[in-house]
């Protein structure tokens, strides 16, 4: 295979396990040029990508970018706080003004599901999806899985764990969506009200108890809780739930094995993860945010050399 | 579907040898002189001729890996983007002669690519071009080898198979008529 179906990168749903291979052999090549003196390649020089970012973003939108600059495209970069979305204008109007400017790839995050869906059928640029609501972040879960298969070799047949706020986080479905494409074991674990009521329903396992998860796990996936989408409490106090669910150093070394312990960032330290877990050597939090620029580059790469 | 046979195994070996003794005619013994070889074919090449080099000179050579997908001038331009292949340059080129080796030479823009890419490892003293098959008459920017192991007048319907050991073939290389 050499090249993705698809013109636009929504979600990992509708992604083959071919594709997925595909997106991290050409990475494998972009790391290799993002470890030379010279960090850059020419490929997409005569490519205008607008970074549209209805939602904040401080990681995926500075990889984003760096990616696009690696690849020589000229970028432009958008965030609803300074736009006329505060006027009153629809997505469609703000994209097609934004096209109309010859723009040929948007690379968009937005707080409503299905937003990048819905942009793909009404326009003609290539759109990759850099999270939409609580539905899907699927460069994430590429450079997740990209990570795994860097530390461990493999990615089929290791069991996985996602843990934290399953139900806010797209991170977690797209994660689930990759690992099972890709060949591994899934478990959510998390706090009964921080769990989707049918997840299972997607082949998952599902865990209430941390230590018990992190028994059964290669790698534990630990999600951020998500202040800012939960409407209600769904756990009396963040200290009870680092009481319950933070992995700390202790519980690690009680463990009869070691286990790599990621994050897709921001940590809140001290809640989900104590430092000196999140610094040790068992995680790969730094090798995550390294492999996305490559993982991003891959995927412009490949979106964007298809004849328009 | 008519195919000619432009080498074969023992003609290879043959052709190699030559190419390796004028490359020593103009390199001596290769002390500020690196090859680098084209991905994907052209590092089969590439390294045997640096076998038969350290054979005849009895010295250690630097060899490097070089791909051109991210400086090809078609991106964009083609049905699906071509699948990038490793770059292994394990060393700069700044100040070095660098011998630039692929199998077959027919519009020289792969040439132009690889002179492009290789500007990320440093400014070379020169560049030359070894290349196994000229395909004459039939280039479309200004580049010619300096080295060549054959030439062959071909038509643009027509194409250079070449099969190799290390592919897991036999030795050969043919000239196909792809539309009969």
């Known amino acids: ?308 | 579907m008519q195919k000619r046979l432009l080498f074969n195994s023992k003609l290879l070996q043959i052709t190699i040898s030559r190419l390796c003794q004028h490359l020593i005619e103009n390199h001596g013994n290769f002390d500020n002189t690196v090859i680098l070889g084209m991905q994907p074919r052209g590092i089969y090449l590439a390294e045997r001729i640096r076998k038969e080099l350290e054979k005849v000179l009895d010295i250690k050579m630097e060899l490097g890996y070089l791909d051109t997908t991210f400086h090809r001038d078609d991106f964009r331009r083609r049905d699906h983007p071509i699948t990038p292949n490793q770059t292994k340059v394990p060393f700069l080129i700044e100040d070095k002669k660098v011998i630039l080796i692929d199998d077959v030479l027919y519009t020289g823009r792969s040439v132009r690519a690889a002179l492009d890419a290789m500007t990320m490892f440093g400014r070379p003293e020169k560049v030359e071009l070894l290349v196994l098959i000229d395909r004459m008459y039939s280039r479309d920017i200004p580049v010619a080898a300096d080295y060549i192991g054959r030439k062959v007048n071909t038509m643009p319907s027509q194409r250079v198979l070449v099969e190799l050991v290390e592919q897991g073939k036999k030795d050969n290389i043919w000239l196909m008529n792809e539309a009969e």
């Open chain 1, 1 to 308: 295979m050499s090249q993705l179906k698809t013109k636009h990168l929504l979600g990992i749903k509708n992604l083959s396990s071919e594709e997925i291979e595909l997106i991290f052999e050409t990475a494998d090549n972009f790391k290799d040029v993002l470890n030379r003196p010279i960090k850059k390649v020419p490929s997409l020089r005569d490519v205008t990508v607008a970074n549209v970012f209805f939602e904040n973003s401080t990681r995926t939108r500075l990889s984003f970018e760096l990616a696009e600059k690696r690849l020589s495209a000229d970028v432009v970069n958008f965030s609803s706080a300074s736009s006329s979305v505060k006027k009153g204008e629809t997505l469609l109007d703000t994209v097609n003004n934004i096209l109309a400017m010859k723009v040929d790839m948007v690379v968009m995050r937005h707080s409503s599901p299905g937003a990048p869906h819905f942009l793909s059928k009404h326009i003609d640029a290539n759109i990759i999806n850099a999270g939409d609501g609580t539905h899907e972040h699927p460069t994430q879960a590429l450079l997740d899985t990209f990570s795994i298969r860097e530390r461990t070799g493999d990615v089929a047949g290791k069991k996985v764990v996602i843990v934290g706020d399953i139900l806010h986080s797209r991170v977690a479905l797209s994660n689930i969506f990759a690992l099972q494409k890709l060949g591994a074991e899934v478990m959510v674990c998390g706090p009964a009200t921080l769990l989707p009521k049918h997840i299972a329903e997607l082949g998952v396992k599902v865990e209430l108890d941390i230590r018990k998860a992190l028994e059964w796990c290669d790698v534990a996936n630990v999600l951020r809780i998500q202040l800012e989408r939960q409407k209600m409490r769904y756990f009396p106090s963040l200290r009870e739930y680092s009481l319950y669910y933070g992995i700390n150093k202790q519980l690690l070394e009680s463990l009869d094995k070691e286990i790599v312990i990621m994050h897709p960032g921001p940590i809140n330290r001290g809640v989900e993860l104590t430092s000196d877990v999140a610094d040790s050597e068992h995680a790969i939090i730094l090798d995550q945010v390294e492999n996305g620029v490559a993982i991003r580059m891959a995927v412009l790469y490949l979106l964007a050399g298809v004849k328009a």
